[in-house]
């Protein structure tokens, strides 16, 4: 997406609202409202975040993924084939 970084690093609030914007068709008011719900993701010294970040338990991310474990069972972010072909 042209207003967001390529690798996923350093994307500030406002490319976040851009991008909610632009690669989701999300209207204004609404962006404006959800992106500064990332603030907790941002680093001290840069204002930014990287998209790695959002998976820190308990801000965006929640335990509620039909192919991948909660929290509480370790990896939470890592792809579970086995429970993807389990909901299929």
């Known amino acids: 997406h042209p207003s967001s970084p ?3 690093k350093n994307v500030s609030i ?6 909610l914007m632009t690669a989701l068709h999300m209207d204004g008011v609404l962006a404006h409202t959800l992106a500064p719900q990332l603030k907790p993701f941002r680093h001290t010294k840069t204002k930014t975040f990287d998209l790695a970040d959002m998976r820190r338990h308990g801000v ?6 039909f192919t ?3 929290f509480r069972h370790g990896d939470n972010y890592t792809f579970q084939p086995a429970m993807f072909d389990t909901m299929l």
């Open 60 to 65: 965006v991310e929640r335990d509620v993924s």
């Open 6 to 8: 390529r690798d996923g």
């Open 68 to 70: 991948r474990l909660d």
């Open 14 to 19: 406002a490319r976040a609202e851009a991008a």
